[in-house]
DNA sequence: CCTCCACCGGAAAGCCGGGTCA
DNA sequence: TGACCCGGCTTTCCGGTGGAGG
């Protein structure tokens, strides 16, 4: 405490005692710029999608002689670089407008965000400049002041709508009259992109939105791992400095990625994790071993992130678990697992679930992959199904603790230790 | 080969909060 | 404003079933 004192009182004066960011500061470099591993990043050049750019260009291309493109529909799944290519060829768009001086501009709308039609009306408004609030208008005077806005001049507009699909879940107005938009219009023209890695959702869409919208069609296909390789070792070579990485450590990592469907995006993710492992570790390499702690850290907070969204009564069933898992069952039943349950419900003071219910729920928590449930049958003692906890207990149990309606649950397990689930069981 | 356990999982109806429309 | 609808969650009911033990 006197020395912490004396160090403030030395940092105050401005003394000899070093800044405490000193040593975090000046310990191993690893990372050049971060960011070049971020998804949110375009870099110079995208590698491996040079057909899908040129396709795209060349639909676009009519934007620089004052035509109408075609609508662009896109299909690909996540991290197969759809975003990226979009962004990168929109940017180049805008450049060469500007160098042709034809007014043409790129709008990129996420709709995962932005996912009403309102939001995305009103978005679309403040990106051309129109101030509309972000609520209380009627939707079609928003959609007006949007047409207006566009159509105030000589233009090209072409607006992309990432994530698409989830707009359409919510009623596809917007697209419905986006998509009839340039009807409207005098002056200036409108080319929509949407951007989805559903595919099936072309089903639920409006027929006269999807006619409109996917005149043109492109598809993402996956990375493979070579692929993956030479994407990973462009953005390393922005990111980090020379010889931090061991040779083996991008195709490791390409590898893995390659496995889980080509996703470029979890690939990066996997490097840069790797990356702030080793830094923490105040290692001056990053090896083989810090990608494998790096593949069970995002593991580890993928886990735990979907275990602090559940619904409470799922928290609940994961936590009976964990006291099973604790008290030495590696498997259980859902007849075991359903009498801890009622009973902490009892202990939580919320109502309890059905049998059936939580049996629905036992298999959401499968899909999730919290847990691996696979159905057995005991013979004469019945057909029930085998539940394994498969997660790391600790960062769990912390994350179901964070939630104030479980905190009378707090230290029971070792008031209820030893004591076999069917007994602790009453009425 | 049959029985019968302990649960699975489909069908259907009820409940509830939110949104819509006249 | 109230009638109505919708979708998600939950309960009720119930037929179905793989295989150890008889």
Known sequence: MVKLLKMLVLLSCGGVMPNIFESLMSSPKIFKNRDALRHSYTPETLPHRSEQIEE?????????????PSNIFIYGKTGTGKTATVKFVGRQLEEMSRKLSVHCYVHYLNCERIDTQY????????????????????????YDEVRRAIDSRDQTIVIVLDEIDKLVRKGDDVLYNLSRINGELENARVSIIGISNDLKFKNFLDPRVLSSLSEEELIFPPYNAEQLQDILAQRAELAFY??????????YCA???AQEHGDARKALDLLRVSG????????????????????????????????????????VLVYGMI????????????????????????????????QRRVS?????LDMLGIINSIIISKGRYGRTREIKLDVPIEPVKNALLEDYRLSPLAGIEKSMKGIPPLEAFET
Not at 339 to 347: E, G, M, Q, R, T
Request: a neutral charge.
């Open 56 to 68: 795209l260009a060349t639909i676009l291309v009519p934007a620089l002689k004052g035509e109408t």
């Open 119 to 142: 939001r995305v009306l009103a978005t679309l408004a403040k990106a051309l400049g129109r101030n509309v609030p972000m609520t209380g208008w009627p939707t079609d005077q928003v």
């Open 242 to 251: 020379e010889g931090v990485l061991e040779e083996d450590v991008i195709p």
């Open 255 to 257: 590898a893995l990625a």
């Open 276 to 315: 702030e492992i080793a830094e923490k570790e105040g290692a001056n390499k990053i090896t083989r071993e810090h990608v494998k702690k790096a593949v069970r850290k995002i593991e580890t907070d993928y886990v735990v992130e979907a275990v602090r969204m559940l619904p409470t009564q799922s928290k």
């Open 323 to 354: 006291i099973l898992t604790e008290s030495g069952l590696r498997k259980f039943t859902t007849g075991e697992v359903y009498a801890i349950y009622k009973n902490l419900c009892k202990k939580v003071g919320i109502d309890c679930l059905t």
């Open 360 to 364: 629905d729920l036992i298999s959401e």
